[in-house]
Nanobody, 126 residues
């Protein structure tokens, strides 16, 4: 198993930036595909981004390409989400997730991820 702890959320003005971190402990971090999801009040959890075991492949929700960047540091057992040009509609709880196996076709499906962090709140003010 792997335990995930997110950090880096907070309150930011529209147009600003935040970098979220997700620290993993437990089994070998580099054996997991890592993803970020978010959930706004009253809405379903939605895919943000994912990154392959080595970090060589990244995947994004189409609506977020160009503003968000996912990366990982396997030596530090940490995955990051750099968020730029934030908008009020980015306000949500952001979750880190991990899975051992996944396909490109299902990369964005939350049910494919077996391990989840507790979430970190991101609030973007207008």
């Amino acid at each position: 198993q792997v335990q995930l702890v997110e950090s880096g959320g907070g309150l930011v003005q529209a147009g600003g930036s935040l970098r979220l971190s997700c620290a993993a402990s437990g089994r070998t971090f580099s054996s997991y595909v890592m993803g970020w999801f978010r959930q706004a009040p009253g809405k379903e959890r939605e895919f943000v981004a994912a990154i392959s075991w080595s970090g060589g492949n990244t995947y994004y929700a189409d609506s977020l390409k160009g503003r968000f960047t996912i990366s990982r540091d396997n030596a530090k057992n940490t995955v990051y989400l750099q968020m730029n040009s934030l908008k009020p509609e980015d306000t949500a709880v952001y979750y880190c997730a991990a899975t051992e196996e996944i396909t490109i076709r299902t990369m964005s499906k939350s049910y494919e991820y077996h391990y989840w962090g507790q979430g970190t709140q991101v609030t973007v003010s207008s």
